[in-house]
């Protein structure tokens, strides 16, 4: 395998050792499947997916954290961690869960788990991908979101998910739910959202509108994870199939792909968003085909100089994609970031675009 242990040292090797149901590399990594949305451990003996369905992930937290849940079959979770360094970030996963409502410091898990705050915070951050805080964050967001589907009202679920100020989610709500927290918890009742699916140059597209506008343009594999994607952010909705409503839109969107410029403003659009995410979306407009703009540059063009990481929340909170043109923002020196809809993704559409690519680099 990679070097003097057993453990793969890149993605081929991990895709062997799938193949191979070999068990020496329980522990050192899962592999999660897009068209189930399961993660398993190596050894797993269920069906082998495609190569193009998999990911790869270092621990069973992280492909949790991206969606996916644990196999029944072989329970990845309960696997014993191969590498001392990913105990060490397993160990803090549970430290945080185990928190509860707060939001634990470096130094209380410092105090946990043992090692410097700043050792926790590079270990942790390099094999997750995120900080602890925003792990932690996320977990409260989850349980936020939990509990309003649940059917919960939305004052208890805000303090039993463990926002301390109610004013503070509402302010941040547009960015974590797609709306306040009151229209989540309705699962979007009352709306009624048609949409579509075709092939295009990126694998499928789904084009979903309310009666007011465009509500999502997302690209991926397969129409079953596109409309599952729709149904869970709008379950309360009435969601149809609408091919011949939506022809139209959808060859607005399509002529993107070939080289027309963005049909926005001529699509009205039905998107919830804070003022920042609209300057930030309003500014992506602005970016001729063929270029690119950085976070940092986006940033400095809205007035918020030193805002380039919000500026790439931002993107990642798009959901209409090749409407409002996140692929164009890059990280510094045209290295790619993270992309919603898959980073190959973007590279692809940059290239389509006669945009310069760069190497790739961490999410902001």
């Not at 609408?242 to 080289?259: F, H, K, Q, S």
């Not at 979306?281 to 085909?289: A, K, M, N, S, V």
């Not at 996140?326 to 590279?347: I, M, S, T």
Request: net charge positive; glycine share 12%; charged share 25%.
């Amino acid at each position: 395998m990679g070097d003097s242990e057993t453990y793969p040292a890149n993605d081929d090797e991990r895709w062997r050792a799938v193949l191979a149901r070999d068990g020496r590399c329980d522990g050192a990594f899962v592999y999660a499947v897009r068209s189930t949305g399961v993660f398993c451990r190596p050894s797993c003996p269920s069906r082998r997916p495609r190569r193009p369905q998999v990911s790869f992930f270092a621990v069973p937290e992280a492909a949790a954290h991206a969606g996916f849940r644990a196999c029944k079959r072989c329970r990845p979770e309960d696997t014993p961690a191969a590498d001392p360094r990913i105990a060490t970030v397993r160990r803090l996963c549970r430290a945080i869960e185990d928190a509860g409502d707060g939001i634990p410091t470096l130094a209380d898990l410092s105090a946990e788990v043992g090692g410097s705050p700043h050792h926790l915070q590079r270990v942790f951050k390099r094999v997750m991908g995120i900080s602890p805080r925003r792990y932690a964050e996320a977990l409260r967001l989850d349980r936020l979101k939990g509990a309003l589907k649940r059917g919960e009202a939305v004052a208890p679920a805000l303090y039993g998910a463990g926002y301390g100020s109610s004013s503070r989610l509402y302010e941040k709500a547009p960015r974590h739910l797609g709306m306040t927290p009151a229209s989540y918890a309705r699962g979007g009742k009352g709306a009624r959202i048609a949409y579509t699916v075709a092939a295009c140059a990126l694998g499928r597209v789904l084009v979903a509108a309310t009666e007011r506008g465009l509500c999502a343009v997302s690209l991926g594999d397969t129409d079953a994870g596109l409309e599952a994607a729709l149904g869970a952010d709008y379950p309360a909705a009435e969601i149809r199939r609408g091919d011949g409503a939506l022809a139209g839109r959808l060859d607005a969107v399509l002529a993107c792909l070939d080289g027309a410029p963005s049909p926005h403003p001529g699509l009205p659009l039905d998107l919830s968003a804070t003022a920042f995410q609209w300057q930030v979306w309003e500014r992506l407009q602005g970016i001729p085909r063929g270029q690119t703009r950085t976070y940092k540059d986006i940033a400095a063009d809205i007035g918020r100089p030193g805002a380039a990481r919000a500026v790439g929340r931002a993107c990642a909170a798009n959901p209409v994609s090749l409407v409002v043109p996140c692929h164009r923002a890059v990280g510094g020196g045209g290295g790619l970031a993270g992309y919603r809809w898959g980073v190959k993704r973007k590279e692809k559409l940059l290239r389509r675009e006669g945009a310069a690519v760069g190497g790739r680099e961490e999410t902001v």
